[in-house]
């Protein structure tokens, strides 16, 4: 199946810097990424969607200022998360969504996700 | 609000038994469903997927679900599990809805399963 890495795996940052996440899909093109957030023990819950080349959708509740994401490239998405708080701290997880072939819906492929650590 | 819902939060077997974790939707259009795990320290992977056609329809490692549209139901089955299936697994429905998809997941169950 298709590979989405994420880089870093991990990180630990002080309270009110800022924290770079980035996305990659490594053998498909995928205009559309989604960036979510797993906190211990629960679901994912869907943060927005990434869209290549224009500006992301995000989810009710999510404040846009402060998780910055940027899909300049077909395979390339980051989300920057500004002025870190420990409540911040959390698994984030992107996606990206593999077209697939003409006319299959698509499926949507996993990166290993990312532990933000805020002290 | 659509809404996934996966009934067991916990499962606990022994190797060998059958394995049945339940996955409910709300939503009445047309939908799109999915079973990822997450094995221990790893990411998520797809299982199985449904989009249309036969409802019973079978994924990786042994396990197959069936889509119950009267129902809306989509429960995960394996006939006879193995200890290396301990993971958690999450239900998920693409809505298709104002012009983008989105994928909502379930909360989660988690199995273990014993030697």
């Known amino acids: 199946g298709a590979v989405v890495s994420q880089h870093p795996s991990w990180v630990i940052c002080k309270s009110g810097t800022s924290v770079k996440i980035e996305c990659r899909s490594l053998?498909?093109?995928?205009?559309?990424m989604f960036w979510y957030r797993q906190f211990p023990k629960q679901s994912l819950m869907l943060m927005a969607t990434?869209?290549?080349?224009?500006?992301?959708?995000?989810e009710q509740g999510v404040e846009k200022d402060k998780f910055l994401i940027n899909h300049a490239s077909l395979t390339l998405s980051t989300l920057t998360v500004t002025s870190a708080h420990p409540e911040d701290s959390s698994f984030y997880i992107c996606?990206?969504?593999?077209?697939?072939?003409?006319?299959?819906?698509?499926?949507?492929?996993f990166g290993p996700g990312t532990r933000l650590t805020v002290l | 609000a659509q809404s996934v819902s996966q009934h067991n939060h916990h499962v606990i077997l022994s190797e060998a038994a059958s394995l049945e974790l339940g996955c409910n939707y709300s939503?009445?259009?047309?939908?799109?469903l999915f079973w990822y795990v997450q094995y221990p320290g790893q990411h998520l992977q797809l299982l199985l997927k449904?989009?249309?056609?036969?409802?019973l329809v079978k994924g990786i490692k042994g396990f197959e679900a069936e889509f119950i549209k009267s129902k809306f139901s989509f429960n995960l089955r394996k006939p006879s599990v193995q200890w290396s299936d301990t993971a958690e697994y999450f239900c998920?429905?693409?809505?298709?809805?104002?012009?983008?998809?989105?994928?909502?997941f379930g909360a989660g169950t988690r199995l273990a399963v014993h030697p």
């Open positions: 996606s990206a969504r593999d077209p697939g072939t003409s006319g299959s819906p698509d499926t949507q492929y």
């Open positions: 053998d498909f093109q995928a205009t559309t």
């Open positions: 990434s869209n290549e080349g224009s500006k992301a959708t995000y």
């Open positions: 939503y009445g259009g047309t939908v799109n």
């Open positions: 449904y989009f249309s056609g036969d409802p």
């Open positions: 998920a429905v693409i809505l298709f809805s104002g012009g983008y998809n989105k994928l909502i």
